[in-house]
Structures are given as structure tokens and as C-alpha cells.
T-cell receptor
Framework: ETGVTQSPTHLIKTRGQQVTLRCSSQ?????VSWYQQALGQGPQFIFQ???????GRGNFPPRFSGLQFPNYSSELNVNALELDDSALYLC?????????????FGQGTRLTVV | KNEVEQSPQNLTAQEGEFITINCSYS?????LHWLQQHPGGGIVSLFM???GKKKHGRLIATINIQEKHSSLHITASHPRDSAVYIC???????????FGTGTSLTVIP
């Protein structure tokens, strides 16, 4: 079992609202990446945070924003929620920003926008 | 075309069968990961490979860098192995995972 925990596990929001999802990183890891997984699809990269700075971003609009704290935990914020934002949001914690390092995933937050 | 392709998309096996899931990729990679996802759940990392072969219990993963191909094998499959298995790669350049669409495995008692 990994030390990556996400909260909350499930969430229902109304279109237009804002949401904050949280992810704790594995002990010793300084990099957190966020992914969106729509039903029946593979995860899509949202962005990555390394040592409190954004270190790469996928094809997501600016209303998806993030933050990383000094303890390397991270938040994903989504403003002006749309129905298509309904998905499983996964975070992955890794030792560094590049490839070739082991990554640990959280259990995900299931967001439903109604 | 996706950078990462998996086959088969769906697989049903009888308990005890030997199972193989394949992954092909089209980009230069620094590592390939095999991941397991149970319905509605998060992802568990099974293996990280950059060359050769790894074994953990009944699971074996192999990679051929020259052919850009990896396989995940499950020996003596069990119903608790039922899950979606996902192949993901780290490209040599860049800092994100690229995921295959997953193989949904159902093992019948």
C-alpha cells in the first residue's frame, strides 16, 4: 500500500461551482502529477508540480489550476465546473520530474458534475 | 495514433489459465510501467521496466527495447486478478506518463 492519499474519495458538484481536490505525496517524493480519467478511457495528463513549481501542463484550460506545498502535497482546483469535468482524478507521486522513476498513484477522487 | 497501444482490449479467462497482455509503443522511452486498476478504484503500480524482465509472484513483465514492445504475463490466473491492466510509458523527453487504453481482464472461477 502506498503513502499517496487523495481526498475526498467522491464528490458531487453543480455546474459552475468550484472544486479543490487534494493529494498527499509519498514520503521522500518531491513531484506530483495530476491526471483526469474519463469513463472508459485512459488517464490524461493535466499538469505536474516539482518542488512547488508547475513543471509541465497537458491540454487543459486555465480553469484547471494547481498548487504544491512545502511538504510536497498538492491541490488541484477546477473553476466553473462543466458536465464534462465528471471523471476520476488521479494523482501520482514520484521521486523526480523525469521519467524512469517509480511512481505511486493515489486511489483517485471521483468527481460528478450535475 | 496513440503513442501506446495495448492488446487485447478485453480478455476473459478460466481460472488457472496463463494470460498474456501486450503493449507496443512508438516513442523513445526511459521506462515502461505496468499498472493495475480495479473497478472504480485508483491505480497500483505493478512493475517499472527499462530493460529485460521482472517477476513478482505470479506476475512476469518483459520488455524488448529494440522492438518497442512489452508483455505482462499472469501465471495460474485467479478471479482476484480481474482488473484493468494499463501500460504506461515515460518518454525520454518530457515528464508525464503516456497511457495505453487498458486491457480489461475477467477471470472466471
Amino acid at each position: 500500500e502506498t503513502g499517496v492519499t487523495q481526498s475526498p474519495t467522491h464528490l458531487i458538484k453543480t455546474r459552475g461551482q468550484q472544486v479543490t481536490l487534494r493529494c498527499s505525496s509519498q514520503s521522500g517524493h518531491n513531484t506530483v502529477s495530476w491526471y483526469q480519467q474519463a469513463l472508459g478511457q485512459g488517464p490524461q495528463f493535466i499538469f505536474q508540480y516539482y518542488r512547488e513549481e508547475e513543471n509541465g501542463r497537458g491540454n487543459f484550460p486555465p480553469r484547471f489550476s494547481g498548487l504544491q506545498f512545502p511538504n510536497y502535497s498538492s491541490e488541484l482546483n477546477v473553476n466553473a465546473l462543466e458536465l464534462d469535468d465528471s471523471a476520476l482524478y488521479l494523482c501520482a507521486s514520484s521521486l523526480g520530474p523525469g521519467g524512469g522513476t517509480e511512481a505511486f498513484f493515489g486511489q483517485g477522487t471521483r468527481l460528478t458534475v450535475v | 495514433k496513440n503513442e501506446v497501444e495495448q492488446s487485447p482490449q478485453n480478455l476473459t479467462a478460466q481460472e488457472g489459465e496463463f494470460i498474456t497482455i501486450n503493449c507496443s509503443y512508438s516513442v523513445g522511452i526511459s521506462a515502461l510501467h505496468w499498472l493495475q486498476q480495479h473497478p472504480g478504484g485508483g491505480i497500483v503500480s505493478l512493475f517499472m521496466l527499462s530493460s529485460g524482465k521482472k517477476k513478482h509472484g505470479r506476475l512476469i513483465a518483459t520488455i524488448n527495447i529494440q522492438e518497442k514492445h512489452s508483455s505482462l504475463h499472469i501465471t495460474a490466473s485467479h478471479p482476484r486478478d480481474s482488473a484493468v491492466y494499463i501500460c504506461a510509458v515515460n518518454r525520454i523527453t518530457g515528464n508525464q506518463f503516456y497511457f495505453g487504453t487498458g486491457t480489461s481482464l475477467t477471470v472466471i472461477p
